[in-house]
């Protein structure tokens, strides 16, 4: 296996960027109907980064549940999105846990990493 190149990251992050302007928008709208506000972070080079942020008071559905709802949204855009459901979240730094997903578009790959934030329940108001 030969190491990646600069080349390569300008490749596939034009690939990322417009495989990101077909999938944000159902993205989106599938987050919502769970209760969570979705926002791309870095640079996309090598992958797409989303963060899942809790955005409503009550019935926010679960990190396992929103993930599928997101695959089911690639998956009506592109045709295949794949996670390891056997495979543990990663656990991230500040409560957020990170699953990554593979999105096939043609013959092309891209890694969207997804964190996600975890809701707070019976939060105290100021």
Not at 10 to 38: E, K, M, S, T
Not at 81 to 94: A, E, G, Q, R
Request: glycine share 6%; net charge negative.
């Amino acid at each position: 296996m030969r190491d990646r190149t600069e080349a390569d990251d300008i490749v596939q992050g034009a690939y990322n960027r417009a495989l990101l302007d077909l999938i944000l928008p159902p993205i989106r709208r599938a987050a919502q109907d769970a209760g969570y506000a979705i926002t791309v972070h870095g640079s996309l080079n090598r992958d797409i980064d989303l963060v899942a942020i809790p955005w409503v008071e009550h019935n926010v559905w679960s990190k396992e549940t929103l993930v599928d709802a997101i695959c089911g949204a690639v998956r009506g855009v592109v045709g295949r999105c794949y996670y390891h459901s056997n495979k543990d979240w990663t656990v991230k730094p500040h409560g957020r846990f990170a699953k990554t997903l593979m999105v096939w578009c043609g013959q092309n790959t891209a890694d969207l990493d997804l964190s996600v934030m975890p809701a707070i329940q019976n939060e105290e108001k100021p």
